[in-house]
């Protein structure tokens, strides 16, 4: 491709609102364009990365016996009513009726379409198992579209769904899923780290874990063990306390203290000179309607998902001012767990804890002297809180956590008979009767993988993609195209390299070795071949665009190491 001819341009400047390096770097370096928030246009250099991208998942997918094809975006609103997500979703899924007011959805994912597809196309155990997957866009009405590719409305993913007869095979299909996982990301030059996770509102009834690319700019922080191979998101992960304070039985009755205008646990902590892990949290929740309150530690978060599992609810959010106000008797900042009256969720660490301080569910008092079991009942005990930095490992005894920040890319789920049993999907067995179809689904955000890579592949100059899935493999760069010396070997060397199917984008602009040399650091292409005053010798510079390694080679040379590096 010349580059006169090409339909991008650079930009000097990103806009203000591109907050993240990889979507400063894809709009500077003409790979994409806003058209509105959270949609984009991939110019010609951005699409043909993600053809390679793209090519690499088509690539493993059908070595690992999955089969293509291509379902629509357009879904009809029964079929999401019929396996009960069309509300549980959330405003996230797009939502529009057409002109004979039938209701329909954009698909941010298809397991209602593909379930119904294999109830109306497979019927006998000697058809299974079978897996299926497509590369298509999906929609998402994101509430706060941002950074970029990273969290958009309109996106591109490969999704696949497997079909078995028993748990056994589904875990066979599971695993083969991903080891290819494992083999796309390693090939698109991508470091990932695959750790536990929650289903979501995919949901399932097995096993999940999601692929995340470490990046600083990572909107998921994940908790990984320094020992064993543990890792999982904050949504799932665990920890291990080493220290079990158990019940205090000689500490003296609960007394209430005045605690005027401190409602947060660092104004306690300033108040009161003790440690935030003195202190009892309690959180006033709306699930799905009803009140409930959650208890923490004062030096611990709480974790809405795991709440929200606990309590087998679809929504789970804190209560506004009016409803605490309403169950406590009191301001914000001054619940307590004792006279209660709504369900009480107690965080383990809160069970083992001596003694604390919690609100006393009167404006302006606290109480000290709480023991949990003695001031008021536990009933309901569990995991409802983020790990933190250097808690122990649950897996392994020397084992510290440590947390590190991802980007999403990839995620599998083990969904078992949960969208088959709703939506008809069986089979029948050797035997003649009726089973059920075990399901499994796995997705890459193809569109995000994108960003993700540059997050990996860039430095202070720009882009350096990955050889795999560069949009050229080489920059051809003749510093003047008026001279006719150099201009003849980059036309040679153009015509070569195109003979050898190798993919080559020449600089034939009229613009100063500076722009090219800017313009094409920001663009990153993996190798730079630069046509300069030793044409004459029959030399050109070969340069390295990732280490930044420059040589004088001959022609021939220098095709030599083009052709041994592609």
Known sequence: MRQTQLFANTLR??????????????????????????????????????????RIVREELDGAGAQELLMPALQPAELWRESGRYEAYGPELIRLTDRHQREFALGPTHEEVVTMLVQQEINSYRRLPVTLYQIQTKFRDERRPRSGLLRGREFLMKDAYSFDTSWEGLDRSYRAMYA??????????????????????????????????????????????????????????TSREECNEGM?????????????GVRTIEQLTQHLQLEPSHFMKTLIYMADGNLVAVLVRGDHEANELKVKNALGADTVALADAEAITGVTGAAVGFAGPIGLTIPLLVDDAVARMACGVAGANESEYHVKHVVPGRDFTIERVGDFRNVKEGEACTRCEPGKLRLVRGIEV????????????????RYLDANGREQLVMMGCYGIGVSRMLSAIVEQHHDDRGIVWPTSIAPYSVHLIPISMKDETQRNVAMTIYDTLRRRKIDVLLDDRDERAGVKFNDSDLIGLPIRIVVGKDAIHGKVEYVDRYTNDKQLLAIDDALLRVSASN
């Open 13 to 54: 400047a990103a806009p203000a609102e591109a907050e993240v390096m990889s979507h400063r770097l894809l709009l500077r370096a003409g790979f994409i364009r806003q058209l509105a928030a959270g949609i984009y246009t991939y110019l010609p250099l951005g699409r043909r990365v993600l053809h390679h991208i793209e």
């Open 180 to 237: 290819a996982y494992q083999r796309i990301f390693e090939r698109c030059g991508l470091a990932t780290r695959a750790v536990e996770a929650d289903a979501g509102a995919v949901g399932g009834q097995g096993g999940t874990h999601e692929f995340m690319a470490l990046a600083d700019i990572g909107e998921d922080i994940i908790a990984v063990c320094s020992h064993c191979g543990y890792a999982a998101n904050i949504e799932k992960a």
């Open 248 to 260: 205090g039985h000689h500490v003296p009755a609960y007394e209430k203290i005045h605690t005027p």
């Open 410 to 425: 990839g995620h599998v789920f083990k969904l078992g008979t949960k969208y088959s049993e709703v939506l008809g999907a």
